[in-house]
């Protein structure tokens, strides 16, 4: 590492509660209070009933933040009353760490070895490891963990390929309050929205199938086979939204293999072959610069860095974006 070189981490948590500003406060207000700690972003969806929470600083202190904030969601949400639109498990559904300076992904796994076995044992919430910190191939996958969602969760607790890797493995009335968490260490991941101007979720959740890596369960010669999406790296659903549009939302896992102007003009082509328009596209949490230059490049800018983020936000139709407080260089300070 560069002598001099400032150690930072990203944490970036998501909670399931979008829709009680009240609640919301008073689990960011956590991470505000943690020296150390710079408070980044606080995107809530009143839609999916979520919040997605950007922070960054030293390891050490952005652990202590994160520990803070799944503690204060634990006491204030029951997940035995939650509902939303996204899939989850818990109060803090997930919790990565990302190296941004002078920190590597091993730091980072270890951050999320120390804050599961922490908030497994102190908390008594049932922690699952995933990504770069997943002890068994079976969790690496956000999307496996969560299979079945909260409302499983007390089934697989009682099967041993899924007992927890901190905390309790019992369903106990503790954890069907607070549900489990995932913690774990990854790259930079964009969480990516499309917005359709059609009612017609079933449009949506096609296209979501056609891109997706995954892909959708198909008929093959020896029954139901699974037939690969077009982008890799990439997770995605169809979902109707409470203004009447639909949506299609991914996780661009990697931006280095599907960056979010590949994913938008493949989910574009499929939108017109249906008929259908994009309204816009957004990005929720923060991003890093790198990806964003080369969608400007894509769509034709020139010149300086500035002008090449601002081809960018044309080109995808990206709402609400404001590179100072989106970009991560740019919020953290590190331009």
Same mark, same amino acid.
């Given at each position: 590492?560069?002598?001099?070189?400032?150690?930072?981490?990203? &944490?970036?948590?998501?909670?399931? =509660?979008?829709?009680?500003?009240?609640?919301?406060?008073?689990? !960011?207000?956590?991470?505000?209070?943690?020296?150390?700690? !710079?408070?980044?972003? @606080?995107?809530?969806s009143?839609?999916y009933?979520?919040?997605?929470?950007?922070?960054?600083?030293?390891?050490?202190?952005?652990?202590?933040?994160?520990?803070?904030?799944?503690?204060?969601?634990? =006491?204030?949400?029951?997940?035995?009353?939650?509902?939303?639109?996204?899939?989850?498990?818990? /109060?803090?559904?997930? &919790?990565?760490?990302?190296?941004?300076?002078?920190?590597?992904?091993?730091? &980072?796994?270890?951050?999320?070895?120390a804050?599961?076995?922490?908030?497994?044992?102190?908390?008594?919430?049932?922690?699952?490891?995933?990504?770069?910190?997943?002890?068994?191939?079976?969790?690496?996958?956000?999307?496996?963990?969560?299979?079945?969602?909260?409302?499983?969760?007390? =089934?697989? +607790?009682?099967?041993? =390929?899924?007992?927890?890797?901190?905390?309790?493995?019992?369903?106990?009335?503790?954890?069907?309050?607070?549900?489990?968490?995932?913690?774990?260490?990854?790259?930079?991941?964009?969480?990516?929205?499309?917005?359709?101007?059609?009612p017609?979720?079933?449009?949506?959740?096609?296209?979501?199938?056609?891109?997706?890596q995954?892909?959708?369960a198909?008929?093959?010669?020896?029954?139901?086979?699974?037939?690969?999406?077009?982008?890799?790296?990439?997770?995605?659903?169809?979902?109707?939204?409470?203004?009447?549009?639909?949506?299609?939302?991914?996780?661009?896992?990697?931006?280095?293999?599907?960056?979010?102007?590949?994913?938008?003009? /493949?989910?574009?082509?499929?939108?017109?072959?249906?008929?259908?328009?994009? @309204?816009?596209?957004?990005?929720?949490?923060?991003?890093a610069?790198?990806?964003l230059?080369?969608?400007?490049?894509?769509?034709?800018?020139?010149?300086?860095?500035?002008?090449?983020?601002? /081809?960018?936000?044309?080109?995808? +139709?990206?709402?609400?974006?404001?590179?100072?407080?989106?970009?991560?260089?740019?919020?953290?300070?590190?331009?």
């Amino acid at each position: 590492m560069p002598e001099g070189l400032r150690k930072l981490a990203e &944490c970036v948590p998501n909670f399931s =509660e979008g829709r009680d500003l009240s609640i919301i406060k008073e689990i !960011t207000r956590e991470v505000e209070s943690t020296p150390g700690v !710079t408070l980044l972003g @606080v995107e809530e969806s009143a839609d999916y009933n979520r919040t997605v929470v950007t922070f960054v600083g030293g390891p050490e202190d952005v652990k202590m933040a994160a520990f803070k904030l799944i503690a204060r969601a634990a =006491e204030l949400i029951d997940m035995s009353r939650q509902k939303g639109k996204h899939p989850r498990v818990g /109060a803090t559904d997930v &919790c990565p760490f990302v190296p941004i300076s002078g920190v590597t992904m091993a730091d &980072c796994i270890a951050l999320a070895e120390a804050l599961g076995r922490e908030v497994g044992e102190r908390l008594g919430i049932p922690i699952y490891l995933y990504a770069e910190a997943a002890r068994k191939e079976l969790r690496r996958n956000l999307a496996d963990i969560r299979r079945g969602e909260y409302e499983g969760l007390g =089934e697989k +607790l009682k099967d041993p =390929e899924w007992r927890p890797d901190f905390g309790p493995s019992q369903f106990t009335d503790r954890v069907k309050r607070t549900g489990a968490t995932v913690i774990g260490a990854r790259k930079l991941l964009i969480a990516y929205n499309i917005a359709l101007n059609s009612p017609d979720v079933s449009i949506a959740k096609n296209i979501a199938g056609k891109v997706r890596q995954s892909g959708v369960a198909g008929k093959g010669n020896e029954g139901v086979v699974r037939i690969p999406g077009m982008l890799k790296k990439v997770q995605a659903l169809g979902v109707k939204l409470e203004s009447g549009l639909t949506e299609v939302t991914m996780n661009l896992t990697d931006y280095e293999v599907t960056p979010p102007h590949v994913a938008f003009e /493949a989910v574009k082509k499929e939108a017109w072959a249906s008929g259908i328009d994009i @309204v816009y596209s957004e990005i929720v949490g923060l991003v890093a610069k790198e990806p964003l230059i080369l969608a400007g490049r894509f769509y034709g800018g020139k010149g300086n860095e500035k002008e090449l983020i601002d /081809a960018a936000v044309k080109g995808l +139709l990206l709402k609400d974006f404001i590179p100072e407080k989106k970009v991560i260089e740019y919020a953290a300070g590190l331009k």
